[in-house]
Nanobody
């Protein structure tokens, strides 16, 4: 059994900052990638940022968030963070954590968090 717990969403003014967290717990053997996706009303879900643990923590960002968002992880806590700065109204969306991992019975899994609302508005 694997569990993802997200936290950190909320309402923020344009130009403000938020930090999202995604903690993985349970029967995990290893984690391959951790990332954040978002979906705004009426739009497709899109990748925001990923970190690939199997490639020395290489990161990947959507062009729309480069220079403003930073993804990082704490290996000891099996937690990924998304630091979001200089937020814009167009960043408003439900943000979901995604993890690709190997469980301790050596099966590859994709897990999604429950989603957290980020609203950027004055």
């Amino acid at each position: 059994q694997v569990k993802l717990v997200e936290s950190g969403g909320g309402l923020v003014r344009p130009g403000g900052s938020l930090r999202l967290s995604c903690e993985v717990s349970g029967s995990v053997f290893s984690i391959n990638t951790m990332g954040w996706y978002r979906q705004a009303p009426g739009k497709e879900r899109e990748l925001v940022a990923t970190v690939t643990l199997t490639k020395s923590d290489s990161t990947n960002y959507a062009d729309s968030v480069k220079g403003r968002f930073t993804i990082s992880r704490d290996s000891a806590k099996n937690t990924a963070y998304l630091q979001m700065n200089a937020l814009k109204p167009e960043d408003t969306a439900v943000y979901s954590c995604h993890v690709n991992l190997v469980s301790d019975d050596y099966i590859l899994w994709d897990y999604w968090g429950q989603g957290t609302q980020v609203t950027v508005s004055s």
